[in-house]
């Protein structure tokens, strides 16, 4: 039986990029040999350093890559990660966790039917109604696929809730996305979560980072959601696509490729690194708040 990870970039070549920071900081911090695999639309540069590489074909260059995984992954079992994501220790304790999970794993909560949340996602599964489980949630960042029979249709399926979103549309997410899309699926198949995802991983978006160090495999943060202070455990941190372009990210990112080449970071780079970070922001913000007509300007921060 094989086993693996993978991450999938398709597209511009920013995604590449995070894809190979993920993979250099898996390698920082796993020794154990297990291949690390991408998922994409094109070899390049990027996708030579890894150990396996499978290019998709009729790639959409969205999320809708991501849930033809079952389709794609290329071991026996495999961890997805995505690939804007760093690791940050040794990701072997991974095993234990989809030790117990279904053939296609989800990382979140089986939802209580009677509560407002398990409501709402029994109302929105309307003519599946019938087939459906448990409700269940899940949040991106890590999937676990196990090649079985038992995963017949799962793609099809996945396609189909995509195409009818209007009837499966969830309030307060106008669109679709693999988070909306996936826990569907996976109650229909009685896949339940084995795991909360908060107990694996960190997702920016939702926290204030404390503290962070990428090379020592150092993080503390406090989870909005609870206000509960976390990082024990932790075994990768989950930017979200906006975050990339920020300090942090950039920052590690530029630390661990010094590290992989076994040298010291300079302190100018850093600085220009920083100032690129800053001005992606202030730009970012412009762009939220509508200011077109400043950035058509070229104005220099």
Known sequence: MTKGFVTVATGREMYYVMARNLLMSYRFHNHDGLPFAIICDKENKYTREFDDVVVMDSPMFSYLDKLRLPELVPYDETIFIDADSLVLRDLGGLWDITAKSPDYGIYGAVLD?????????????????????????????????????????????????????????????????DDMILPLVCSIYDFPPSEDWSRIFCFLPDSVIKEFDLLKGKIRYVWKVTGEEMGPGCYFLHFGNKATKEWLYNRESYRLSRAAGGLEPSKMALGVIWMRSMLAKVLNKAKSLGYKAALKLNVKV
């Not at 269940?136 to 995963?151: A, E, N």
């Open 113 to 177: 039917p009677d509560s407002e949340e398990g409501r709402i996602e029994l109302e929105r599964s309307g003519s599946l109604r019938e087939r459906m489980h448990s409700p269940c949630s899940c949040q991106g960042g890590m999937r676990f696929v196990r090649k079985s029979p038992g995963l017949d249709g799962f793609v099809d399926l996945s396609m189909y809730i995509m195409r009818h979103y209007d009837e499966f549309r969830k309030p307060g997410h106008p669109k679709p996305s």
